[in-house]
């Protein structure tokens, strides 16, 4: 009951937090806002290699912060001061150098451990770092696409992705019992909660674009040039891919033999165990939003 009643506490907290921080905030193409998607890529890839280190896939927590908070600050550089794109590519590049010299003339375990670091260090980049880089690119749309109000279609990401992870976790505790162990990497998953979290973000994708018809404008050569049913396009992939993303750490957790990325959030584990669905699914939203609107 404890685990459950501070879940909803950080939901109920949470949210209103990042409305606030997105709304009140926009300078810089929400700077602040993605300066906290930064920390939290970070925090994030500390804990992805804490987690690889029970494989002997190790490199330390300092480097992997700084390995995943370097892609979605490289994306703040070009989206709030106009930095060439070419910075995105050139720090996976200064990384991947890094790992590759920096441990070539050791000796010992350093030398036998090498391709491991190697492994966890690009893991680190990659995971949570490159894939939220993307999530700092939606507040760029506004020069991308001429879309007037980034921050409505911010809020709308963090709200289907977490509106369905809400759902999801409702309907599960709710309905769940008889329905589980569909998925082996996580028994605990119910498939009442699968369509909860695939329900909720067509519903926050379809109502978006009926409440602000001026900042979805779909692209009207496009078969589906319907805001309506482009809404529910980006919904509905938006949350198939939030749901791959928790079901992927998931797998991870089991491999590694642990039960939770971390315990920095009362009642969700660690950051990773937070930001798991936002990763994979920013930039399939990201992707599908800009083909269709």
């Known amino acids: 009951m404890k685990k459950y009643l501070q879940r909803i506490l950080i939901f109920v907290l949470g949210f209103p937090f990042i409305i606030a921080v997105v709304m009140l905030l926009p300078h810089k193409h929400h700077i602040v806002f993605n300066l906290l998607v930064t920390a939290f890529s970070s925090l994030g890839a500390a804990e992805f290699s804490a987690m690889l280190s029970h494989k002997n896939i190790s490199i330390s927590k300092k480097e992997a912060a700084v390995f995943g908070a370097l892609p979605p600050l490289a994306m703040i550089l070009v989206v709030s001061f106009g930095v060439s794109g070419l910075l995105i590519p050139a720090v996976f590049a200064a990384v991947v150098i890094w790992l590759l010299i920096s441990r070539t003339f050791s000796r010992g375990d350093a030398l036998e451990n090498f391709i491991y ?73 119910s498939v009442a909660g699968f369509i909860g979290a695939v329900i909720a973000p067509i519903i926050v994708g379809v109502g978006t674009v009926l409440i602000w018809p001026g900042v979805f404008v779909p692209i009207r050569s496009s078969i589906f040039g319907n805001p309506v049913v482009a809404g529910f396009i980006v919904g509905l992939l938006t949350g198939i891919a939030a749901i791959l993303g928790d079901l992927a750490e998931s797998a991870i957790k089991r491999s590694s033999g642990i039960k939770d990325s971390g315990s920095l959030i009362p009642g969700r584990g660690g950051v990773l165990d937070s930001i798991d669905s936002v990763a994979l699914a920013a930039p399939v939203f990201y992707l599908v939003f800009t083909t269709l609107f």
């Open 117 to 189: 670091r190697l492994a966890a260090g690009l893991a680190a980049l990659v995971y949570p770092g490159m894939l939220l880089a993307w999530l700092v690119r939606i507040s760029h749309l506004e020069e991308n696409i001429g879309v007037t109000n980034t921050g409505i279609i911010i809020l709308t990401f963090v709200f289907m992705v977490f509106s369905g992870d809400g759902l999801a976790w409702v309907l599960g505790v709710a309905f769940g019992k008889g329905n589980q162990g569909l998925i082996p990497a996580s028994p605990n998953k």
